[in-house]
């Protein structure tokens, strides 16, 4: 197994804090204090905390000044383990407007440099499938759900947008979607075509006034098939690149109906992944994948041999520190 390194003394969990730069116009002083490798520091005001600072610490912490191509140097490894078999886990986790989406699939205006993590991992995956072409031949295809309020979309459609799709686990051709549309792809523009597909169904379902793509999880699963050349064995190995609804508590005195219901299955899919991943870094004998659609989706790359790595996004403004602590807290029960 080449790629195999990707292991630290917490077995196959990691995570990594990526701090937003302060966007354009915006004038202010950041609640970062200080980065250093893996530990971060942050002002907590006396509504927080008694200390005026807290250190927190993870595998690693990128500073707003990160790369895209950073970035994704780190993640690069657990991507390539998935050409030897295993199955990988990469989220998105963080409030609205922290940097999901940036992370995961870049910013609305798009060149080689600001691909995030989807675009990279797959042109990593062509490129080093065609490199061991003469031992390996390789089948990449890739799926694209929506999890929205429960219950599960194809985002690879061209029409019939509203069917739901049932997640069935320890199905005999491995998908856990499998009537989700399952697409064959062999190059970058193949890639960029589907995002886009992805993308356009994901904004049908917005309404004039809310942006759904943030109350909704998405899900771009990449399957590998590699069949050694000489013995004939073929190796599977799938990866799920998840970019999360956005984590922030609803105050439930302001919002009703639908947005109250969002808010629910939220909360209740979010508190299940990190219950799920606490679960698994405390070695637990037992691991609540059925408590949501999402860890029921992603239970065969999450735990055993599955690598999993989060990416917890927080934005650096202080109207934030409320939900930056929240979710620096989250990440430290899950690492
Ligand atoms: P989320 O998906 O968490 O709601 P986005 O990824 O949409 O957040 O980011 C919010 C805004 O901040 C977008 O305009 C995005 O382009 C910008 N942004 C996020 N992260 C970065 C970054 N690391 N560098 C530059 N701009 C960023
Ligand atoms: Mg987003």
Redesign the pocket.
């Known amino acids: 197994k080449l790629y195999n390194q990707v292991q630290d003394l917490k077995g196959n969990i990691r995570v990594y804090c990526r701090v937003r730069p302060f966007l354009p116009g915006q004038l202010c002083s950041s609640t970062v204090c200080s980065i250093d490798d893996g530990n971060i520091s942050i002002i907590t005001p006396s509504k927080y905390s008694k200390e005026a600072q807290r250190t927190f610490s993870f595998n690693k912490v990128f500073g707003p000044s990160a790369s895209q191509a950073e970035v994704f140097s780190d993640t690069q490894p657990l991507i390539r383990s998935v050409l030897d078999g295993y199955n990988v886990c990469i989220f998105a986790y963080g409030q ?1 407007g922290s940097g ?2 940036f992370t995961m699939s870049g910013p609305k205006d798009l060149n080689e440099q600001s691909q995030g993590v989807n675009y990279r991992a797959l042109s990593d995956l062509f490129f080093l499938s065609e490199q061991r072409r003469d031992m390996f031949c390789y089948e990449i295809a890739v799926q694209m759900i929506e999890i929205y309020n429960e219950q599960v979309r194809d985002l690879l459609v061209s029409d019939g947008l509203n069917k739901r799709l049932e997640i069935r686990n320890n199905s005999q051709n491995r998908l856990n979607v499998p009537s989700a549309n399952l697409v064959p792809v062999s190059s970058t523009s193949d890639v960029i075509e589907l995002m886009n597909i992805g993308q356009k169904n994901r904004a049908v379902g917005a309404t004039a006034l809310n942006d759904r ?2 109350r909704s999880h998405s899900c771009l699963t990449v399957h590998v098939q590699g069949r050694d050349m000489t013995s004939g064995a073929v190796l599977r190995g799938c990866m799920h690149l998840v ?1 999360l609804a956005g984590s922030e508590r609803v105050d439930k005195s302001e919002v009703t109906g639908e947005r109250l219901k969002e808010a629910q299955h939220i909360n209740k899919s979010l508190s299940a992944l990190g219950d799920v991943i606490a679960a698994l870094a405390q070695k637990s004998s037992h691991v609540p994948y059925r408590n949501s659609k999402l860890t029921q989706l992603l239970q065969d790359s999450l735990g055993g041999q599955a690598k999993t790595l989060m990416f917890v996004h927080i934005s650096p403004e202080m109207d934030a520190i409320g939900e930056t602590i929240s979710t620096l807290k989250f990440a430290e029960r899950v690492s």
């Open positions: 609205t999901k989406t793509s943030s970019d």
